[in-house]
């Protein structure tokens, strides 16, 4: 008796086929937005992410509210830095650009 899935049969593993979902339906924006937002206390402090009123990208765009003028002062000459550390956190270069209000 063959076996319900014989070599000739098209198989895809998970991660595929999650991946091609992610893609077709255009979800990969939203999946970034929620892994910057678990990823912003472990990658900033819990000092910096206790100031921090939201965390939002929009396309390549990451825009970050802050409740603190001294340190949106502080950031504001560190985003290059964050940007890389967040990017690389996410394994590609989803953020291209930091605005700090």
């Given at each position: 008796?063959?076996?319900?899935f014989?070599?000739?049969?098209?198989?895809?593993?998970?991660?595929?086929?999650?991946?091609?979902?992610?893609?077709?339906?255009?979800?990969?924006?939203?999946?970034?937005q929620?892994?910057?937002?678990?990823?912003?206390?472990?990658?900033m402090?819990?000092?910096?992410?206790r100031?921090?009123?939201?965390?939002?990208?929009?396309?390549?765009?990451?825009?970050?509210?802050?409740?603190?003028?001294?340190?949106?002062?502080?950031l504001?000459?560190?985003?290059?830095?964050?940007?890389?550390?967040?990017?690389?956190e996410?394994?590609?270069?989803?953020?291209?650009?930091?605005?700090?209000?």
């Amino acid at each position: 008796m063959r076996s319900k899935f014989s070599e000739n049969q098209n198989q895809t593993t998970i991660k595929e086929a999650l991946k091609a979902m992610v893609e077709y339906y255009r979800l990969k924006g939203g999946l970034n937005q929620t892994k910057i937002e678990h990823l912003w206390e472990r990658a900033m402090g819990p000092s910096i992410a206790r100031h921090t009123a939201q965390v939002k990208l929009v396309k390549d765009k990451l825009f970050i509210d802050l409740n603190s003028a001294s340190l949106k002062q502080e950031l504001s000459y560190g985003k290059d830095k964050i940007r890389k550390i967040l990017n690389d956190e996410l394994g590609s270069e989803v953020i291209k650009k930091i605005f700090i209000k």
